[in-house]
Structure formats: C-alpha cells, structure tokens
C-alpha cells in the first residue's frame, strides 16, 4: 500500500513566524555561543528491561492487548487544522488537537516522537501499518493542582487515514503475577522517543520509564473519573480510558559530577543510534529548577539494538551556554536546542559554530523526521493552553 504524508498545505512556506499567536518577519540567525565537551566518563545508564515482567504477563492475560492498528481503528478525537493566519518560517506540515484539548487547563502536551522514528524511512515510516505523530501529556490533579498522570496521544498522520488521534494512559504495574494491578504515573512526561517497539519517556529526576508498543492494554471504560486499576473480578478501570500502556522497565541515570541530570527532554538519533537528553535549568532565580547551567548528554544503545545494554557509558556530553531548554534533537553531528524562555531554537555543530532562530512561545520537545524522497524536518509543538499547535518545519530552514 502506498502511503503518503498528508500535507494541509505545501503552499505555506512563506518566512514568517508564530510567536504567541502573531505573525511576525523571521529575522536571519544570530550569532551565538557554543557548547564545550564534558568526560563522557562522568555519565552512565543502568537499564533494566524486565522488572515488570511477571506482573506484565498477567495482566495481559487478563486484560488481552491491543495492536497499534487496533487503536487507531478506534481513534475518537479529530485533530483539526491551524488557522489560517498562523504560520512558521520553513512550515512543512501542522495540526492541532479538538477544542477541548486545545484548551484544556488540566492537560499538556510536552514530548514529540514519530513512527519515523521508530522504524526509519522503510515503507513511509508505518508502524503496524499506520504512519503516526506520538506526543507525551502530563494531567495535573485540576487546573490549578499537582501532577497526578501521565498518557499518550497517537496521531494519524497518512492520508490513507481519518484525521483522528486516540489517547492512551500511561501505567506503573503494581501487586503480583496472582493479582496483577497497574497505578497512575504522576510524571512531567517531558520528552519521549519512540525506537522500534520502545517508547522512552523521560523521567525528570531519574532518567526514562520503558514502554513496549506491542503491550497496548484494554481495559473497562465506566466508573468515576478518579478509578484507576482493579475493580472487581476482571473489571479495571483507568479513568475511563479505554487502553493504557504498562511500563516494562527503567533506565537510570548516574554521574560522578556532582550533581544529577534532570531529564527535561529527549530525542532519537538514527544516525548514530543514541538518544540524546538536554536538561531545563535556569541562568539564576527559578525555586522549581536548578540554577546552573544546563548539560546535553549522548547515551547510545546497545549495538544492533533498540535497547540500551545493562550499563552504558556516554559517548558525548556538552556544557551549554543557553538556558529554559525544554527541546533538543541531533542528527548527523548536529544538534538543535529550543528555549522556551527565549523563544529561541539555537542550532550548533563542532564544525561550522552556532547559530540562533528566533522561534516560537511555549516551545516543547523536538523530533528530528527522516524523508528519503522529500526534505527533513523537525517536529515539535506548543504547551499554552488555546495555543497547542503541532507542527513540522523543513530542517535546512534552521541549519544545513
């Protein structure tokens, strides 16, 4: 089957950007300062795969799973186009979720990942036959509460398709193999890749939680908005969801530096086959951040894998100069970093130096999109609630 990216319009690459709403002249790129390399030693990962296992097992034989194609059959959301108005310097391709989720006080959306990612350029980038936009949220407890879960939205992104998204719950196993159980997990959800089967999302404090695509759960839609796990019998609930994803393991993070990474953001390097993390820290006055300047760390996977090995040494760490860093992708020995502070997308190789992009407000997580036949991009998207647009510019646009 042919599949091809649905373009809502090609006509649109006029240099203007999106800053808060208006539409603005994109000015050229700035000068800037530059990263400078850290022991790669200093930083290390243990991964651990199989620490949900026989509570996995259980629950899904009791639960039964359902394939990524499943899902989508069943997607009950409509993403709708951005107005007409707004624009991006080297726009490729856009979207916005419904209204209810474009506006919603108690929901954001944070990290961006693709199917390209997950399986490259082979078949137009279909995983289970469905070419996809995957986009990490965190829900706080109301609008004004603390973080209380985590889930996933799968966007369609073929033309063969609907225009539809589905949003699936994040879930922590929990009681035993005899009495299989899942709970929320209350994380900021920061940034996520997809890589093979895995879904990595980052965990600020710790490192990454492991999902695998394959163990898609069904569960009872019903109940109160606040029942999450076994209910009776063979009825569980997960707030009114009807498919969760379990984790299956845990990557954790450990330096001899001193002082721990903070995973604000991630992103999948196909080239070089690693992921790279960039930390959210502020210049000096933040209470909920550190106050220092930020690091951007290189973790490669296993060899032939789409796994980290037990223990896994860097293979590159930056010192950076920038600062409110909540996106960064690499590809190709370049590298993008964006600040939400500065509305900025800073764009660097050891080669050629820096370069800085005026960009857009409330900024998240990038995503580097692989294209055999057309021009790169990159993904990323917007947190601000009436503001959530989704979107994809033409790489070249913000590097070489």
Partial sequence: MSVRRRNLSRAVLAAVLLVGGAVVAAPAAEAATVPTALPTSQYTLSADYHQFDAVNTALVSTLGTAAVHTVMDNANHDRTALPSSVSVAGLADWFRFDSADNSDCANYPQGITTSRDAVGTADSGNYDGHQLVLVSWYTKDGCDGA???????????DATYPNKYRKVLLVEPTGTAAAPDFKDIPIHAGGVSWYGDYLYVADTGHGMRVFDMRKILKTNTGGTAGQIGHQ??????????????????????????????????????????SIVMAEYTC????????????????????????????????????QLPWYNLNGVASHNSRWWFNSSGAKKLYYWTPATGAATHTWVSSGESLSYWEDATNADLLWTLQEGAGNRNVFAVTQATYGA
Avoid: M
């Fill in 147 to 157: 973080q209380a879960r985590s889930r996933i939205t799968l966007v369609d992104w």
């Fill in 283 to 318: 210049a000096s006055g933040c209470t909920a951040y550190p106050n220092r300047a930020p690091r951007a760390i290189r973790f490669p996977f296993a060899a032939g894998a789409t796994t980290f090995a037990a223990t896994t040494t860097a293979s590159e760490a930056l």
């Fill in 232 to 273: 009776t019998g063979s009825t569980y609930y997960a707030h009114n969801y009807a498919y969760v994803l379990p984790q299956v393991g845990t990557i954790t993070s450990k330096t001899t530096s001193g002082t721990n990474l903070s995973w604000s953001s991630i992103s999948l390097d196909r080239v070089s086959k």
